[in-house]
């Protein structure tokens, strides 16, 4: 079974600021997916990578396979940024659900 | 092309009673998952799967709760004698038939999930 652990678990920040949020797991994974929860309680998925780093807007995503580790970065931070981040792995083989961390409280104040 | 779509946005039931929550997948998604976040903790995964088969039902409580995807129509997550601790956001997600039908190489989009809560 997989572990998934995130770091920080609260994070708050001054608009304009470069955030960084961490994600670990124990096992190996086919994909990792970077997923953000906005007060409210709907789902939005940012990311999902295997290698390598995607970029969409201001938001960046990198992984490193070997280590068993992704980074979230968010440049130049606004307060519309405020909202719950959540990376979950999958493991693929016909057990395709995905193993979630527990997320990261993100506060960008103005 | 619509989103995910579930309905209710909120379900409020008796304990004893029934819920029936409805997932309606993407257009060409074949792939549905259902996930439960309960009140201050992680989503959790509950079960997985393909229309007119239950691919992963690991996460499924045994007792109580079922799913189903039909040939026809949204898929079905139903909590039977619900009880308070039942009581939390019930997320359905989909995804199109990957290569090798391993879906996990292709992204899960999420309904606005249901919210449950148990008098």
């Known amino acids: 079974k997989n572990e998934v652990e995130q770091s920080p678990q609260n994070l708050t920040a001054q608009e304009g600021e470069f955030i960084t949020i961490n994600c670990s797991y124990s096992?190996?994974?086919?994909?990792l997916h970077w997923l953000q929860q906005h007060p409210g309680g709907g789902i939005v998925s940012l990311f999902m990578?295997?290698?390598g780093k995607k970029k969409h807007g201001r938001l960046i995503a990198t992984i490193n396979i070997q280590e068993k580790h992704s980074s979230l970065h968010i440049t130049a931070s606004h307060p519309r940024d405020s909202a719950v981040y959540i990376c979950?792995?999958?493991?693929?083989?016909?057990?395709?659900?995905?193993?979630f961390g527990k997320g990261t409280h993100l506060i960008i104040q103005p | 092309n619509a989103g995910v779509m579930q309905n209710p946005r909120h379900l409020v039931r008796r304990r004893g009673q029934e819920a029936r929550l409805r997932c309606s997948p993407m257009?060409?998604?074949?792939?549905v998952y259902w996930y439960r976040q309960l009140p201050e903790e992680g989503l959790k995964f509950m079960v997985y799967?393909?229309?007119?088969?239950?691919?992963?039902e690991s996460g499924m409580p045994k007792e109580r709760f079922s799913a189903e995807f039909p040939k026809e129509g949204p898929s079905i997550l139903r909590i039977q004698q619900v009880v308070r601790g039942d009581s939390a956001a019930y997320f359905c997600?989909?995804?199109?038939?990957?290569?090798?039908?391993?879906?996990?190489?292709?992204?899960?989009?999420f309904g606005p999930g249901t919210r449950l809560t148990v008098l």
């Open positions: 990578l295997s290698s």
């Open positions: 979950a792995v999958g493991s693929g083989g016909g057990a395709d659900g995905l193993t």
């Open positions: 997600a989909s995804s199109p038939p990957g290569l090798a039908g391993a879906s996990s190489y292709n992204e899960q989009f």
């Open positions: 799967l393909q229309k007119e088969n239950i691919i992963d």
């Open positions: 096992v190996g994974i086919s994909a």
């Open positions: 257009k060409g998604h074949s792939h």
